[in-house]
T-cell receptor
């Protein structure tokens, strides 16, 4: 079945450093969504990418969707302690409104 | 507007007991999802409903798990009998159903501990 792989599993950075997490799907996706889960919290929607090669920015966060619509990345510039949490990608492959979530990348930011 | 509501927020029970988790989706959302999250297995989709009808229950671990959605504003996930390995955070999420993949809105989760 469809799988969404996400790396790295864990990333530890110093405040001010950049951070990137990568997502790869075994099949072509209709769209990809990114969620953030703070420690002890629940996943919260960040953004959705639909078009091949699409790039979207939210302040210090940059999201990319690959040309083949099988991979995606999230890049955070100059991390802050408020960026701490687990970032999940989730891929949709058409019909039925179902998402397949990656395992998540847990980001720790040290001041 | 109220988000997705889940109850209870925390549940501690003994092995063999029945556990019922409850979810009220966002009003107007036609899709409802049950997820389980553990450190070892991450976020797993257990089952989801569109318009109160179960669409895919392939993630339900075994017959001890069952889920129902009797109407558009309420769903339950039941574990009977519960086992220690069922300890996890169970999330309910809802989304609109508009012919494409929509954003999912997660509830706060139920933290289940089976002793």
């Amino acid at each position: 079945g469809q799988q969404v792989m996400q790396i790295p599993q864990y990333q530890h950075v110093q405040e001010g450093e950049d951070f990137t997490t990568y997502c790869n799907s075994s099949t072509t996706l209709s769209n990809i969504q990114w969620y953030k889960q703070r420690p002890g919290g629940h996943p919260v929607f960040l953004i959705q990418l639909v078009k091949s090669g699409e790039v979207k920015k939210q302040k210090r966060l940059t999201f990319q969707f690959g040309e083949a619509k099988k991979n995606s990345s999230l890049h955070i510039t100059a991390t802050q302690t408020t960026d701490v949490g687990t970032y999940f990608c989730a891929g949709g492959s058409g019909g039925y409104n179902k998402l397949i979530f990656g395992a998540g990348t847990r980001l720790a930011v040290h001041p | 507007d109220a988000g997705v509501i889940q109850s209870p927020r925390h549940e501690v029970t003994e092995m063999g007991q029945e556990v019922t988790l409850r979810c009220k989706p966002i009003s107007g959302h036609n899709s409802l999802f049950w997820y389980r999250q553990t450190m070892m297995r991450g976020l797993e989709l257990l089952i989801y409903f569109n318009n109160n009808v179960p669409i895919d229950d392939s993630g339900m671990p075994e017959d001890r798990f069952s889920a129902k959605m009797p109407n558009a504003s309420f769903s339950t996930l039941k574990i009977q009998p519960s086992e220690p390995r069922d300890s996890a955070v169970y999330f309910c999420a809802s989304s609109p159903l508009q012919g494409r993949i929509e954003t999912q809105y997660f509830g706060p989760g139920t933290r289940l501990l089976v002793l």
